[in-house]
């Protein structure tokens, strides 16, 4: 069945969930919602987000590993009332001072027996006797058959009670809401910038009948290879069997040049006038270096970043490579400069970048041409 919806980035998933909880928390709408999306797109990880943004209680149900008990919780008799009770399962929120998010993982996946228990919580809120506070927030999440994913049917009576968002991940929208805040290894954001079109390959490894595709969570668990081993071979190895062999071979050509010619501490401490030399001469190896002086911005680093950022504008002029002549220098040190105000923006750092004359000549470069 298909999801006859928008197609949404997960940055922009996560602004519409964050509406919607205000507007719960309003009394404005109180519903619950689904995220329907490839494996590995990042479902989770915008409800996870959203939860610690909320300073909520996170509950994450995987409906795939429990049973319907699980959800109703254990009987018990009560003497008194000469009557069965049921004690409150420990995996549903019941703090209403304190505001919580459910979080249903797999619900396409989860066999048929345990909808009735599923469905009660989406679409009343309740399961058995067991009633959700109002401070609490219902998302759910699934794939498709399509997605070469276990999945069933959703039923009408259930579908026709939630909000459906159908999650696309795109490169750009990945980089600037997850890798970049992250910090994810230089290599790794150098080469989907470069590269968009490996950032998920779900689709065509299915057409092409590869066990093995390229994801967002494939690609955050390349960053952390690259960061843990050393070993170049083996590396190499760990990075085919996460991205195939293909994609492998291409990614490692990329970081073992930026690599060899990319040294984000070297530059940083470096004197002014041999900063120049140190700066590499490839488009992914600029790329990984803007990611890393991104990376390694703080306030006692702000100043030598602003001023090795503020150089890449000037290459072609004080370098005599012909490669910088043909490069797009400004267009980089604009897209480098964006992202480290936004970090710099979030360290309190503002006053640092406004009065540094490099960043001032830049701003003014950009004025003059209309740009600001």
Known sequence: ??????????????????????????????????????????KTEIVRQLAAEQGARFYDLRLTTIESQDLRGLPYYDHETKKTQWYRPEDLPDDPDRPSLLFLDELTAAPPHLHPAVYGLLLERRVGPHILPDNVFLVAAGNMVEDGAVAYEMGTALSDRLIHLQVRAT??????????????????????RMRPDLLETTAEALDRGLMISTTPRSWDRVSRIMGAVQDRALRRIMVAGT????????????????????????????????????YPESMHGLHALIYGLVGALGPTTAVPVIDVMAGIRTLDVHRSDASFARMPLAELCTHGFEMAIRRGLEQGLAEDFLGHPAYAAYASERQAMGLE
């Open 1 to 42: 069945m298909t999801v006859n919806t928008v197609d949404v980035s997960a940055g922009r998933a996560q602004q519409v969930l964050r509406e919607g909880w205000a507007a719960q928390r309003a009394g404005a709408l109180t519903t619950s919602w689904m995220l329907h999306g490839r494996p590995g797109v990042g």
């Open 171 to 192: 490169a750009s929208d990945w980089l600037e809401s997850y890798a970049v805040p992250r910090t994810l290894h230089p290599a790794v954001l150098a080469f989907i």
């Open 243 to 278: 991205v195939g062999e293909a994609v492998a071979a291409e990614f490692m050509l990329v970081a073992d040049d930026i690599e060899a010619s990319v040294s984000v501490e070297r530059l940083l401490n470096a004197a002014p006038h041999e900063r120049i030399m140190l």
